[in-house]
């Protein structure tokens, strides 16, 4: 069954220190996702993609996080520099397409950020 | 402020017994619900959704009911196993992209 691959899965750092996940989506899935997950919270849009472009990354704190899609096919979200509060769980989704559509999102297992 | 709403944050069921999680939404014009299963250091898998122009939807143990007019849906897991011990997240199509919008998720915890 084709998944949503994410790397590391496991990461910790100082604050200050940049930080980059990876996320390569189900093949044929046009539309990327990339959500933050908080401890004892639901997960919440940080950028989405369609193809390459952004479509919404209107929740990305710009200051210090960056995301691309360079080919449209996986993409990298990296922090720089990292602090304390990014500490959460990086969730990779995917989906066919997008615009409203009642398709289901594919998560990948997640990348979890420790920053001390 | 969060336009989806899960009130309980845990909730404990006796094995074979049905569990009832809850869910409400601010907005009428959405029409299209999830309900999304997490396993500790795994991401969400989708469990089951429907659509506003329905009021159930059930598959297998899993059945999703609708209140349209109290905003308000609820996911009903019968009987409960000791496995479906897990966060449950109930998300909404929200935005015109298409993303999700999630809730804060309902720990549950089914007891042998």
């Known amino acids: 069954e084709a998944e949503v691959a994410q790397s590391p899965r496991y990461k910790i750092t100082e604050k200050s220190q940049a930080v980059a996940f990876w996320c390569d989506p189900i093949s044929g899935h046009a539309t990327l996702y990339w959500y933050r997950q908080i401890l004892g919270q639901g997960p919440e849009l940080l950028v989405q993609f369609q193809d390459e472009s952004v479509v919404d990354d209107s929740q990305l704190p710009k200051d210090r996080f960056s995301a691309e899609r360079l080919k449209g096919v996986d993409s990298t979200l990296k922090i720089q520099p990292a602090e304390l509060g990014d500490s959460a769980m990086y969730l990779c989704a995917s989906s066919y397409t997008s615009g409203g559509d009642t398709g289901e999102l594919f998560f990948g297992e997640g990348s979890r950020l420790t920053v001390l | 402020d969060q336009q989806v709403k899960q009130n309980s944050p845990s909730l404990s069921v006796q094995e074979g017994r049905i569990s009832i999680l809850n869910c409400d939404y601010t907005n009428s014009m959405f029409d299209y619900f999830l309900w999304y299963k997490k396993y500790p250091a795994e991401g969400p898998t989708f469990l089951i959704s429907?659509?506003?122009?329905?009021d159930k939807n059930e598959d297998g143990r899993f059945t999703v009911f609708l209140n349209k007019s109290a905003k308000h849906l609820s996911l009903h897991i019968v009987p409960s196993q000791p496995g479906d011990s897990a966060v449950y997240f109930c998300a909404t199509h929200g935005g015109s992209q298409g993303n999700l919008i999630f809730g804060k998720g309902t720990k549950l915890s089914v007891k042998p």
């Open positions: 429907i659509s506003s122009i329905k």
